[in-house]
């Protein structure tokens, strides 16, 4: 059986095998993917992860795409992207990421597989169950399109908590924290060596949470916030009054999954006459000059990359020759983390939630466990750590642990049936 953690930001594959659970390498002897697609038009072939966001640094002619699994339960799924001379929808764009990873742990195993144990964030959409359930009903319907008989779904702490319990030696009362690219989860899990063996774990289970914030939010701020405004963000139209000019092409080049959404004709069309009527437009120029050349994906990660920098720095100097030749942008970690305290809040208040609902105070809890790259922003880790005093702060394999303990669960599920 295989397990897939098919995260926003990068994926992971897991098998349960006679010798344990276990990572397959996947890229270059690399137990993580990239969750990014590219359509090569000029070598008319479809490449993924690491190689796609190479051949897409690389000019090669073609279409990315990342962060596809932000799309599950919204209705940009059944939504479809020019490429090339076709349109492909995003849906079938997640079922060849899924078909690959599955081709790809068929060849580790040597045989064909088709049971697989998805992780899935304790809320794929928050506040609505029905579109919830959809999600979860859209990504199992993917994974049969792509030959998966039997799916079974996780939930993605649930599968940290098994990965973390592996290395326990008394019982002990963890919170689990998994702070990804697009959501944060989080669970209260009874841990212990011994019930490594149970088969059913719902009476370990004491609380699940979960909230629709992640890495991919901090960066939208960052580049809304800092970066936009370079390109004409929140200007206003030559006349018309004090009217703005419309905010969705910004917005749509600041959220991973919707770049893609901005190569089509019509959106073109349209904003060569926002250029026209601005009232700046020598920036609006630059809006323009990243969606003619699809530079997009470049200017997200690059925020990205000072994201992640302000980690460890107070100031980070970010240069964009393809926006502007001479265009720096400075990003200083105080605004940044003032900008994003309300999602800051809102992730802690979700801990705090879930810390509630377990019936156990938060001064019990022994243990915090992080995993997810958000994990590692400084002020994150301070949300969570103030949520439950006490706690010892264990860090896990923070691209790894989920799809690991998606392994541990794969060999459960073969053992109860
Ligand atoms: N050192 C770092 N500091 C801050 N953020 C980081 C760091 N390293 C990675 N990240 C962020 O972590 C996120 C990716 O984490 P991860 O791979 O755990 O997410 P995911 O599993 O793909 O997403 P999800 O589980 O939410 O679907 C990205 O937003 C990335 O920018
Ligand atoms: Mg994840």
């Not at 899924?98 to 790809?104: F, G, N, R, V």
Request: proline share 3%.
């Amino acid at each position: 059986m295989i397990a897939i953690d098919f995260g926003t930001s990068n994926s992971t594959v897991g098998l349960a095998t006679p010798q344990g659970p276990r990572l397959i390498p996947l890229e270059t002897g690399n137990l993580t993917i990239p969750s990014a697609i590219f359509f090569n038009l000029e070598d008319d072939k479809v490449q993924f992860g690491r190689e796609a966001i190479a051949a897409y640094t690389n000019h090669y002619d073609g279409r990315l795409l990342r962060s596809l699994k932000s799309v599950l339960g919204s209705s940009l799924i059944e939504e479809s992207t020019e490429i090339g001379h076709e349109r492909i929808s995003l849906k079938d764009i997640i079922g060849k990421f899924l078909a690959h990873l599955k081709a790809l742990a068929q060849l580790e195993a040597g045989a064909e597989l088709d049971e697989v144990v998805i992780g899935r964030p304790v809320f794929f959409v928050d506040d609505d169950a029905r579109l919830d359930r959809m999600a979860q009903q859209q990504l199992e319907s993917i994974a049969k399109a792509c030959g998966f008989k039997q799916v079974h779904f996780q939930y993605e702490p649930i599968a940290a908590a098994l990965d973390y319990e592996s290395s326990v030696s008394r019982e002990e009362i963890a919170l689990i924290a998994d702070i990804g690219g697009g959501t944060s989860d989080f669970s209260v899990v009874r841990v212990s060596p011994r019930a490594q063996r149970k088969t059913d774990r719902r009476s370990d289970i004491l609380a699940n949470s979960g909230v629709h914030i992640g890495g991919t939010d901090f960066d939208k701020w960052l580049s809304l916030g800092q970066v936009m405004p370079h390109l004409g963000y929140k200007t206003h139209y030559r006349k018309r009054g004090e009217l703005e000019l419309p905010s969705s092409p910004y917005f749509d080049l600041a959220t991973w999954h919707r770049i893609a959404l901005l190569y089509g004709r019509k959106t073109a069309s349209e904003l060569k006459e926002m250029h026209l009527l601005a009232g700046k437009p020598d920036l609006v120029h630059r809006l323009l000059r990243v969606v003619r050349e699809r530079s997009g994906h470049q200017l997200a990660s690059d925020v990205e990359g000072a994201k992640i920098a302000l980690s460890s720095a107070h100031e980070v100097s970010l240069s964009l020759p393809y926006v502007d030749e001479h265009l720096q942008v400075t990003v200083n970690s105080l605004d940044f983390e003032q900008g994003v305290a309300a999602l800051t809040e809102k992730i802690g208040q979700c801990i705090r939630d879930c810390v509630r609902a377990s019936g156990v105070g938060a001064e019990q809890i022994d243990t915090l466990f992080l995993t997810g790259g958000t994990s590692s922003l400084p002020f994150v880790r301070q949300a969570c750590a103030s949520a439950v005093p006490h706690a010892r702060m264990v860090e896990g394999d923070k691209f790894g642990s989920v799809g690991l303990g998606l392994a541990i669960e794969a060999g459960v599920i073969r053992a109860r049936s």
